[in-house]
T-cell receptor, first 112, second 115 residues
Framework: DQQVKQNSPSLSVQEGRISILNCDYT??????FLWYKKYPAEGPTFLIS?????DKNEDGRFTVFLNKSAKHLSLHIVPSQPGDSAVYFC???????????FGQGTRLTINP | GAGVSQSPRYKVAKRGQDVALRCDPI?????LFWYQQALGQGPEFLTY????????KSGLPSDRFFAERPEGSVSTLKIQRTQQEDSAVYLC?????????????FGNGTRLTVT
């Protein structure tokens, strides 16, 4: 039972355009959400997070949107840069539970 | 200022062998996590330590898997009698407080291949 789903295994975007990565979850108890970025042969690195009391969080070129009624979150990257090419993981947790549940990842490729 | 360090980077084991994977967390980080990442999948939670106490081991797939952190710093994940389905990347992560208070810092992982 996949509680966090990233339905797009891959995404290709032109440099300078907006990249939108999507994530759906099924567990209504999740109240904290994160995005991690992973380069080959490296561990995931934290990008941005959002608590369920908010519907948007912005950090530079990265913005995460949360739609609780739809159990959906998205990561917007604008403008996209070649260094953004990586695998992006969405993750979720329940307040007080010290574990993250990850999606399967989306491979983002930024084309020059 | 080093990050989370894991060793070895790669491990090949014959089916039935025991393996031990090491994790050196960031100094001062109280929380330590182990995750298993199969090919093409996201990381899956295995176990969690706060200092030396193992507070959650619900993700360990079988009693062949054992983790310890005896002095609240370095941790070892041990897999006994390895099976082919144990082949995966094993990721260690640490954080200053916990999942919702500070982000996890991951190591580069140990890729285990069981032949």
């Amino acid at each position: 039972d996949q509680q966090v789903k990233q339905n797009s295994p891959s995404l290709s975007v032109q440099e300078g355009r907006i990249s939108i990565l999507n994530c759906d979850y099924t567990n209504s108890m999740f109240d904290y959400f994160l995005w991690y970025k992973k380069y080959p042969a490296e561990g995931p690195t934290f990008l941005i997070s959002i608590s369920s009391i908010k519907d948007k969080n912005e950090d530079g070129r990265f913005t995460v949107f949360l739609n609780k009624s739809a159990k959906h979150l998205s990561l917007h990257i604008v403008p996209s840069q070649p260094g953004d090419s990586a695998v992006y993981f969405c993750a979720a947790s329940v307040q007080g539970a010290q574990k993250l549940v990850f999606g399967q990842g989306t491979r983002l490729t930024i084309n020059p | 200022g080093a990050g989370v360090s894991q060793s070895p980077r790669y491990k090949v084991a014959k089916r039935g062998q025991d393996v031990a994977l090491r994790c050196d967390p960031i100094s001062g980080h109280v929380s330590l996590f182990w995750y298993q990442q199969a090919l093409g999948q996201g990381p899956e939670f295995l176990t969690y330590f706060q200092n030396e106490a193992q507070l959650d081991k619900s993700g360990l797939p079988s009693d062949r898997f054992f983790a310890e952190r005896p002095e609240g710093s370095v941790s070892t994940l041990k897999i006994q009698r390895t099976q082919q389905e144990d082949s995966a990347v094993y990721l260690c992560a640490s954080s200053f407080q916990g999942v919702t208070n500070s982000p996890l810092h991951f190591g580069n992982g140990t890729r285990l291949t069981v032949t």
